[in-house]
Nanobody, 126 residues
């Protein structure tokens, strides 16, 4: 099992930037991929970005391409999400997730992940 703790959320004006971090502990060596998802009130949890642990292959939702960057520091077991040019529609609770299963499941879906953090609130004002 992997334990995940997010940090870095907050309130920012449209056009601003925030950097989210996710500290991973536990069986991190067994993680295949990690991802960021977000959930706005009354909406389903949606994919934001993902990265494979070993090769660093990334994937992004169309809505954040060119604005968000996902990265991983293997030495520090830390996942980050740099968010630039933020928009009010980016407002949501952001969740960090880890995939330790070897099952072949698309890493852009919530079903791929078996460990989740508690979430951090990001609010973008217009």
């Amino acid at each position: 099992q992997v334990q995940l703790i997010e940090s870095g959320g907050g309130l920012v004006q449209a056009g601003g930037s925030l950097r989210l971090s996710c500290a991973a502990s536990g069986r991190t060596f067994s993680a295949y991929a990690m991802g960021w998802f977000r959930q706005a009130p009354g909406k389903e949890r949606q994919f934001v970005a993902a990265i494979t642990w070993a090769a660093g292959i990334t994937a992004y939702a169309d809505s954040v391409k060119g604005r968000f960057t996902i990265s991983i520091d293997n030495a520090k077991n830390t996942l980050s999400l740099q968010m630039n040019s933020l928009k009010p529609e980016d407002t949501a609770v952001y969740y960090c997730a880890a995939k330790t299963s070897t099952a072949t499941v698309e890493i852009t879906t919530t079903f791929a992940y078996d460990s989740w953090g508690q979430g951090t609130q990001v609010t973008v004002s217009s």
